[in-house]
Structure formats: C-alpha cells, structure tokens
T-cell receptor, first 116, second 118 residues
Framework: AQSVAQPEDQVNVAEGNPLTVKCTYS??????LFWYVQYPNRGLQFLLKYITGDNLVKGSYGFEAEFNKSQTSFHLKKPSALVSDSALYFC??????????????FGSGTRLQVQP | DTEVTQTPKHLVMGMTNKKSLKCEQH?????MYWYKQKAKKPPELMFVYSYEKLSINESVPSRFSPECPNSSLLNLHLHALQPEDSALYLC?????????????????FGEGSRLTVL
C-alpha cells in the first residue's frame, strides 16, 4: 500500500518570504513523488517530480522540492513567495516499477495563502 | 494550456437522466484515468485504462460506466446518479512506465467537468 501525508491544512506566508509545504510518504519500494497545484475550479497542474538522481528537484514557477529518503519526506519549497502562488497544493506518490497499478495516491492537500 | 480536453465544463442533471462526460488527449499517451474530486478534498481514483483496456476499477458504483473508444478518447457514462455524486470529475493521461524517462509517471490533467446532480 502507498500513502501520502500532508500535515498542514493551510500554510500562511507573507509575500517575499520563503515557503515550505510539507509532505511525507509511505510506500513499499522506491517511490515516484510529485507535486501538483490546483487553482479554484481548475484541474491539477504538474509542478515537479522526483524519479531518481539528485535529491533536490527544480520545477515550474520557481518551486523546488527535496527528496529525503531517511525521513521519507518530499517538502515543497520556494525562496520567495508570490501572492499568485496562493492555491491548493497536492503531494502524490506512486511506487516505481509498479506495472500493475499506474495511478497516483494524493495527499489531503495544503492550502497556501500568501499575504501581500 | 492543458493538453487534455474535457467536455462539458459544467453539467447539471436529474437523478433519472443519462449523460456522458468526454475526455480527449493527443499526446500519444496510452494510459487514461478518471478521478472524482469533492470540494477541498484530494482527487480520488475511479478508473484506469491502459492501452484501451480497463485495468483498474476502484469499486465504483455501476451508475458510472467508463468507455475508451480509442487511444485518444475516454468517456464516462452517467445514469441514475445521486446528489452525492455531485463533484468535479477529472480526466488525466500519462505515458506508460518505462518509456521516455523524462515523463515517466507524470499525469496530465484536464480542467475537469463540474457535475451537479439534482
């Protein structure tokens, strides 16, 4: 079984400050990890993923995430938040080489609110 | 711009109606998905098609009936729905595992179809 935990329902940060959105995962095997963002009444937009290689992954809109195998975490970060980053963020996991189940398991989501 | 197109964007139907949601992608992806999302909740997997064959059905009630006519199209047929089925229905597609490593596992989502059942 695979699962994802996003411990914070909401994260508030001032514009220009660094932001972190937390994610931990549980899988039996090597994980593929993803971050998606969702704006109101819209579909999910892919931000970044970790498949293998460097633990620090850079993605769209200045976001990055660090894969930490020992802590089973994949926190999303951005050095300087923008008001336009305010949205709902989902972490997702899929087991590598899982040819029987090609689907993602999503975390519960974290609402990011960036104040001007 | 999304490369997965869903129609209609909004649908209102009565409990006795029959309607369909449609999804189309032209990225050559051979896996397609239906997810259901309630407000402020994560998407929940409903169905997965792989090479036009149903590979995963997450115990979805039979009032939801998926169909994959070809590798680019995915339909979700709706019949005798309940008000609690009101939600955003998201379609997604992905390349198959092991091909073209840069996009392994990544799902591309459509904008969704907002369904309201009266």
């Amino acid at each position: 079984a695979q699962s994802v935990a996003q411990p914070e329902d909401q994260v508030n940060v001032a514009e220009g400050n660094p932001l972190t959105v937390k994610c931990t995962y549980s899988v039996s095997g090597n994980p593929y990890l993803f971050w998606y963002v969702q704006y109101p009444n819209r579909g999910l937009q892919f931000l970044l993923k970790y498949i293998t290689g460097d633990n620090l992954v850079k993605g769209s809109y200045g976001f990055e995430a660090e894969f930490n195998k020992s802590q089973t975490s994949f926190h999303l970060k951005k050095p300087s938040a923008l008001v336009s980053d305010s949205a709902l963020y989902f972490c997702a996991v899929r087991v590598a080489m899982d040819t029987g189940r090609r689907a993602l398991t999503f975390g519960s989501g974290t609402r990011l609110q960036v104040q001007p | 711009d999304t490369e997965v197109t869903q129609t209609p964007k909004h649908l209102v139907m009565g409990m006795t109606n029959k309607k369909s949601l449609k999804c189309e992608q032209h990225m050559g992806h051979r896996a397609m998905y239906w997810y259901k999302q309630k407000a402020k909740k994560p998407p929940e997997l409903m169905f997965v098609y792989s090479y036009e064959k149903l590979s995963i059905n997450e115990s979805v009630p039979s009032r939801f009936s998926p169909e994959c006519p070809n590798s680019s199209l995915l339909n979700l047929h709706l019949h005798a729905l309940q008000p609690e089925d009101s939600a955003l229905y998201l379609c997604a597609s992905s390349q198959e595992t092991g091909t073209s490593g840069g996009r392994v596992g990544e799902l591309f989502f459509g904008e969704g179809s907002r369904l309201t059942v009266l």
